[in-house]
Antibody, heavy 113, light 111 residues
Framework: QVQLQESGPGLVKPSETLSLTCTVSGGSISSYYWSWIRQPPGKGLEWIGYIYYTGSTNYNPSLKSRLTISVDTSKNQFSLKLSSVTAADTAVYYC???????WGQGTLVTVSS | QSVLTQPPSASGTPGQRVTISCSGSSSNIGSNDVYWYQQVPGMAPKLLMYRNNQRPSGVPDRFSGSESGTSASLAISGLRSEDEADYYCAAWDDSMSGFWVFGGGTKVTVL
C-alpha cells in the first residue's frame, strides 16, 4: 500500500519561501504523477501542481510564477517551494495522486509574522 | 471561484437517495474523466469514484457516478449517518498547458 508523508515548517513568514517535502513509501516514485494540493481553512481543494519522476512538471497557472516542484528519486521524495508567500497561502498542504487517491495526511502551513 | 460548480449543500434522511451535481465545460468534464472525493472534517480526502463511474476497492455500491456532456453527478443511495461529509469533484482541464480543477465542494448532511 502506497503511503505518503508531508514534512516541513508549520510557520512561514510573509514574503518568505514555503518549502515542503513528501516522502513516498510502499511503492516506487516512478509509478505515478505526484501532485501537491492545498486547502485553506474552511475552504475547498486547490491543485498546486504535479511532477513525474523524470522531472517533468505542470503547474497551476495561478501559482506558476512562484512555484517550483522537484523530485529526488534516490530518496523516493518530491518537494514543493512556493515563494513570496502571503496570508492567502495559509492552508493544509497535501501531497498525493489525484487519479489513484493516494494522499498524505496533510500538513498545516500558516503564513504569519 | 471554482472552475467546476457544485451546490454548496445537500441533505437527506437515512435511507434516502441524494444526488450531487458537478458542472464544468468542454475543456474539463466535456473531454476528460471525473473523479469524486469524500472528506470527513479533519481528515484527508478519500477517493470515492474514478473515471466517472468506477469505485475503488472498499467503496460501497451505494455510491454511483455518472457523466453526460459537461456535467457529472454522484449519487448516494440508502443514505447513512457515516455519509455525512464534504464531497468534491475533480477533472483535468485541457486549457493552457493543462491543470487539475476541483469543484467547490458539497456538504452532505444526514438529517
Amino acid at each position: 500500500q502506497v503511503q505518503l508523508q508531508e514534512s516541513g515548517p508549520g510557520l512561514v513568514k510573509p514574503s518568505e519561501t514555503l518549502s515542503l517535502t513528501c516522502t513516498v513509501s510502499g511503492g516506487s516514485i516512478s509509478s505515478y504523477y505526484w501532485s501537491w494540493i492545498r486547502q485553506p481553512p474552511g475552504k475547498g481543494l486547490e491543485w498546486i501542481g504535479y511532477i513525474y519522476y523524470t522531472g517533468s512538471t505542470n503547474y497551476n497557472p495561478s501559482l506558476k510564477s512562484r512555484l517550483t516542484i522537484s523530485v529526488d528519486t534516490s530518496k523516493n521524495q518530491f518537494s514543493l517551494k512556493l515563494s513570496s508567500v502571503t496570508a492567502a497561502d495559509t492552508a493544509v498542504y497535501y501531497c498525493g495522486t489525484v487519479t489513484k487517491g493516494y494522499w498524505g495526511q496533510g500538513t498545516l502551513v500558516t503564513v504569519s509574522s | 471561484q471554482s472552475v467546476l460548480t457544485q451546490p454548496p449543500s445537500a441533505s437527506g434522511t437515512p435511507g434516502q437517495r441524494v444526488t450531487i451535481s458537478c458542472s464544468g465545460s468542454s475543456s474539463n468534464i466535456g473531454s476528460n474523466d471525473v473523479y469524486w472525493y469524500q472528506q470527513v472534517p479533519g481528515m484527508a480526502p478519500k477517493l470515492l469514484m474514478y473515471r466517472n463511474n468506477q469505485r475503488p476497492s472498499g467503496v460501497p455500491d451505494r455510491f454511483s457516478g455518472s457523466e453526460s456532456g459537461t456535467s457529472a453527478s454522484l449519487a448516494i443511495s440508502g443514505l447513512r449517518s457515516e455519509d455525512e461529509a464534504d464531497y468534491y469533484c475533480a477533472a483535468w482541464d485541457d486549457s493552457m498547458s493543462g491543470f487539475w480543477v476541483f469543484g467547490g465542494g458539497t456538504k452532505v448532511t444526514v438529517l
